[in-house]
């Protein structure tokens, strides 16, 4: 499985680690998945990767590149985003078989963006787009989102 954000905000990028804004809610909610609980602490940043790798889940974004002044997708410049190269990926991660696009922008922009280029393989690869994560997306509680991605993820996590 391949899970997509957009474009890391500010603090991820700050801290070269994915998710790492403190009130984002992607870790709890793998952790919530994967029934694993770790400190959210930046020394077990490896083991929390570990985590995902021995679950088969890669994490990207759908951006390389783009202008945003601070972290909200909504105040990205659409005239700057620059893609992933994405057929090389899954080159290289031949066995993706989900894509998860967490948030309404990484979806858009995924099939907008990304699809258009892809073979016709890699188009059929089954996408949902998951409530965002973010601290931003306020109109969900941390529970509501464990169970919509559960719903979603849970089966491929499992089987």
């Not at 680690?17 to 609980?37: C, S, V």
């Not at 410049?77 to 290289?92: C, G, K, L, R």
């Not at 109109?139 to 559960?150: P, Q, Y």
Request: proline share 8%.
């Amino acid at each position: 499985m391949l899970i997509l954000g957009s474009m890391p905000g500010i603090a991820s990028l700050d801290a070269h680690r994915y998710y790492a804004h403190p009130r984002n809610a992607f870790w709890p909610i793998m952790e919530a998945l994967l029934g694993t609980t770790l400190a959210d602490d930046e020394r077990l940043y490896p083991r929390r990767l570990q985590m995902l790798r021995q679950a088969g889940v890669a994490l990207w974004d759908v951006m390389h590149r783009c202008t945003r002044p601070g972290s909200l997708d909504s105040s990205i410049d659409a005239q700057s985003i620059e893609v992933n190269d994405f057929p090389a990926f899954f080159i290289a991660h031949p066995r993706i078989e989900l894509i998860a696009c967490n948030g309404a922008t990484a979806y858009k922009e995924y099939r907008g963006r990304v699809l258009p280029a892809l073979d016709d393989a890699w188009a059929q690869c089954p996408i949902v787009r998951l409530p965002s994560t973010s601290p931003a997306m306020a109109s969900l509680g941390l529970s509501a989102k464990i169970a919509i991605w559960r719903q979603a993820l849970g089966p491929v996590l499992t089987g």
